[in-house]
């Protein structure tokens, strides 16, 4: 069973930079698709960014700009380089990640998540 850990929040001051991690314990090269989301408090999970093994990337409107997502599939990881960052980026973000499993089905994972604060 494949595992994927978040790894690089902490708090940050508005228009600073912060670069996500999350490792798989596998090859992330089965994945065909990989993606952050976020949560912040009273807020439900929404989608971030998005990118396909074919390296097809979907930001979500409010980050366009100062996000990049990227995967390493040598490195069995993905990033979020997020930059220009404000307070409203605050927020618990995950890693997820789709493959097509042995069967036919489709298996999502989820990692635990890592804290992003953006305050002064």
């Known amino acids: 069973q494949v595992q994927v850990v978040e790894s690089g929040g902490g708090l940050v001051q508005p228009g600073g930079s912060l670069r996500l991690s999350c490792a798989a314990s596998?090859?992330?090269?089965?994945?065909?698709?990989m993606g952050w989301y976020r949560q912040a408090p009273g807020k439900q999970r929404e989608l971030v960014a998005s990118?396909?093994?074919?390296?097809?990337?979907h930001y979500e409107d409010a980050v366009k700009g100062r996000f990049i997502i990227s995967r390493d599939n040598a490195k069995n990881t993905m990033y979020l380089q997020m930059s220009s960052l404000k307070s409203e980026d605050t927020a618990v973000y995950y890693c997820?990640?789709?493959?097509?499993?042995?069967?036919?089905?489709?298996?999502?994972?989820w990692g635990q998540g890592t804290q992003v604060t953006v305050s002064s």
């Open positions: 997820n990640a789709h493959r097509l499993e042995t069967g036919g089905n489709i298996g999502e994972y």
């Open positions: 596998g090859s992330i090269s089965s994945f065909y698709i």
């Open positions: 990118i396909s093994t074919g390296g097809n990337m």
